[in-house]
């Protein structure tokens, strides 16, 4: 199957079913944007964590793109790999502070 893109709207505070949905079509790749994305809270990158592990076990590529400065702050102060792989991020290695 092709490629597909969504776009976050608003808040992020759990699962996003419409995504869910996505995933069981098996998409090669999956890009989110997340331009219209205002928040995101610990539910939300609770989901999202569990989201990229199911994509990771069917093989599918996913891709995160116009992260918004407050979201991508909370990505780098979570650091899971996982989120930062699909940011573009470098994994953190070694000891955490």
């Known amino acids: 199957m092709k490629a597909k893109r969504y776009s976050i709207i608003g808040q992020i505070k759990g699962s996003i079913p419409e995504v869910d949905e996505l995933l069981a079509q098996d998409?090669?790749?999956l890009t989110l944007?997340?331009?219209?994305?205002?928040?995101i809270s610990v539910e939300g990158i609770e989901w999202l964590e569990e989201f990229l592990l199911r994509s990771d076990s069917k093989g599918?590529?996913?891709t995160f793109e116009n992260i918004p400065t407050d979201i991508y702050k909370?990505?780098?102060v979570?650091?899971?790999?996982?989120?930062?792989?699909?940011?573009?991020?470098l994994p953190i290695t070694?000891?955490?502070?």
């Open 27 to 29: 998409p090669s790749e």
């Open 94 to 97: 070694g000891p955490h502070c």
């Open 74 to 76: 909370v990505f780098k």
């Open 60 to 62: 599918m590529k996913v």
């Open 33 to 39: 944007d997340f331009a219209n994305a205002t928040f």
């Open 78 to 89: 979570v650091r899971i790999d996982k989120i930062m792989k699909a940011c573009g991020m």
